[in-house]
């Protein structure tokens, strides 16, 4: 089935810098990816969805111009957290559709100290 | 925005026992999906419900869509430590899976 690579699993970052997260499709063509952040105990929030060649679409109260989105191929959406605070501390995930529904990245623990 | 909300929010029980874990919504599902997620990973699909009314078996996991489509339920039977996770409904709204509140499931042996 298709499958999503996400990288990093895990990273810790100061306060202040930014952060790169990848989500590669191996086998498949993604013209779409979405992006969730999940913190402690709760469930997954839709952030943003990449469109590959076009702006992203956030959902609202996310500020898009702390979280980067970046789809310039088929198979890579990147998400960059910005000047990172400890409350950007999360699991961020990557989502797409495909023929068999949707499949999803293994996650990104941030922490920001 | 459609809200799913789910209930209860946590559920603590012994190995063997039975649970309902329920998701309901302010309109009507398209059509609904459940998930579960472990600790670091990434949601993992269990069943697609579509039809008002179906019930969708999978080994100890009944899922059943509301005659409505407002509402859905998961019940596990004879639970076991492995069903230990977050379960999640969700439901599409055009081409974006929207997630419920979450049931976080601990089963004890």
């Known amino acids: 089935g298709a499958v999503v690579s996400q990288h990093p699993s895990r990273v810790i970052c100061k306060s202040g810098t930014s952060v790169k997260i990848e989500c590669r499709s191996l086998?498949?063509?993604?013209?779409?990816m979405f992006w969730y952040r999940q913190f402690p105990k709760q469930s997954l929030m839709l952030m943003a969805t990449?469109?590959?060649?076009?702006?992203?679409?956030?959902e609202q109260g996310v500020e898009k111009d702390k979280f980067l989105i970046n789809h310039a191929s088929l198979t890579l959406s990147t998400l960059t957290v910005t000047s990172a605070h400890p409350e950007d501390s999360s699991f961020y995930i990557c989502?797409?559709?495909?023929?068999?529904?949707?499949?999803f990245g293994s996650g990104t623990r941030l922490t920001v100290v | 925005t459609q809200l799913l909300e789910q209930s209860p929010q946590f559920l603590s029980i012994q190995e063997g026992e039975n649970l309902t874990v329920y998701c309901n919504s302010s309109?009507?599902?398209?059509?609904l999906q459940w998930y579960r997620q472990e600790p670091g990973e990434g949601p993992v699909l269990l069943v697609t419900?579509?039809?008002?009314?179906e019930v969708k078996k999978l080994k100890r996991l009944t899922f059943q869509f509301g005659d409505a489509r407002k509402d859905s339920s998961l019940h596990i039977t004879a639970a076991q430590p492995g069903d230990t996770g977050l379960y999640l409904c969700?439901?599409?709204?055009?081409?974006?899976?929207?997630f419920g509140t979450g049931t976080r499931l601990q089963v004890f042996p």
């Open positions: 989502s797409t559709l495909t023929g068999n529904g949707y499949t």
């Open positions: 086998d498949f063509q993604a013209t779409t």
């Open positions: 990449s469109n590959e060649g076009s702006k992203a679409t956030y």
């Open positions: 309109s009507v599902f398209s059509s």
């Open positions: 419900v579509v039809t008002g009314g």
């Open positions: 969700a439901s599409l709204n055009t081409d974006k899976l929207i």
